[in-house]
């Protein structure tokens, strides 16, 4: 059987910043709509425990170091469902390869 190394991902401050916004973002647009997070879970096929992780920028996962919530890794299915469900519009930034 072939071993798979695992690297850890280190995820700069940017990202961080877009998690927190995007919940941020997602929170105020359900409340401004009059919706509950158990109505945009029935909207979207989503479970309220997902829309609460992604609303607070958490992944439902516990660092085993910290014992403290994972930071939030939202799939595009699930911030897409959202996105079309509230009327809002994600825009991932412009992407790029280093030049070799």
Same mark, same amino acid.
């Given at each position: 059987?072939?071993?798979?190394?695992?690297?850890?991902?280190?995820?700069?401050? /940017?990202?961080?910043?877009?998690? &927190?916004?995007?919940?941020? +973002?997602v929170?105020?647009r359900?409340k401004? $709509?009059?919706?509950t997070?158990?109505? *945009?879970?029935e909207?979207?096929? *989503?479970?309220? !425990? &997902?829309? &609460?992780?992604?609303? !607070?920028? +958490?992944?439902g996962?516990?660092?085993?170091?910290?014992?403290?919530?994972?930071? /939030?890794?939202?799939?595009?299915? %699930?911030?897409?469902? $959202?996105?079309?469900a509230?009327?809002? %519009?994600f %825009?991932?930034?412009?992407?790029? /390869?280093?030049?070799?």
């Amino acid at each position: 059987m072939d071993r798979v190394a695992v690297v850890p991902v280190h995820r700069s401050d /940017a990202y961080y910043v877009a998690i &927190q916004d995007m919940g941020r +973002r997602v929170r105020e647009r359900r409340k401004a $709509l009059g919706l509950t997070q158990e109505d *945009l879970a029935e909207r979207t096929g *989503l479970s309220r !425990n &997902q829309i &609460q992780n992604v609303e !607070n920028g +958490r992944s439902g996962r516990w660092d085993p170091d910290t014992g403290r919530p994972r930071s /939030a890794n939202a799939r595009f299915d %699930t911030v897409f469902a $959202l996105a079309e469900a509230l009327g809002l %519009t994600f %825009t991932i930034g412009e992407v790029s /390869a280093p030049e070799s």
